[in-house]
């Protein structure tokens, strides 16, 4: 029998505002300024790094921020255990069109090292201390079939025991992002299936 | 030198997104790497770039840059002796 996961916190993105467990945790207040810059200084997060990464990598690492709260999981966990898969449609574009743009005059290398999805991964692990199984997925739009069975397939397998799985897209200026916390450990919040992932993505476009 | 300095801290916290500090806070004689700022191997190759977009240096020999990149001033002491006029 397949073992039935859960899914413990989720959270969205969508350049307005910004959601835990569907319930607002920062809102836009101005038009004019960068949302996720706004966003980072509004909630009182002290990681420097962030203003060197690139849009891609600041709307992850704010989605999923806001989603950890309070869990220290590399101190839960064994760090490998904690796995990320993260998908997302437009890619690197955002930054690799910054990039070509850059190489008129000097190629810039700071852009050049985000020219790639999976560096958002990357940033997460780096920030929370997450050494596990990661993957990063293009599609052009967020499969929850595909997803939610690949995850459940980690954690069947015991490849992962707890897995960060979300999508983030970012492409000139629109964004949006979605990630859940997925433990074997039940709670109110509901099973890890694809009905279950379908239902949490959907609220950002009804905020 | 001084107007040199002044203006490098504020390319430098341009040109590497150091939004957190302000161009005074950066001392002339404060490690740039490592116990300093702070900065990265990707920070070098920043300042590889400042250096040839601002003043016209190509660094000639990489091997150069921890002695070049060490303070705001052995940066402006390099760029005085090798600035393209």
Redesign the interface.
Known sequence: MARTNYITRYSHINGKAIYVDGASVFERTSSGTDFL?EAYKGLGINY?KF??MDNLCKLAILTVEVMLKDRKLNEEYKPSDIAVIASCANSSLDTDLRYQASTA??????LF?YTLPNVMIGEICIRHGIKGENTCFVSSEFDAVFQTDYVNGLLANDNAEICLSGWADYLGGEMNAFFMLVEKNPTSLGEHNTETVKQLYDRQWKN | MEELMKTLKGQIVEQLNLQQIQPEDIGDDQPLFVEGLGLDSIDALEMIVLLQQKYGIKLANPADGPTVFKTVRSMAEYITAHKVN
Do not use: F, G, R, T
């Open positions: 810059v420097p203003y060197k005059d000097a190629a810039s290398p700071s090292v």
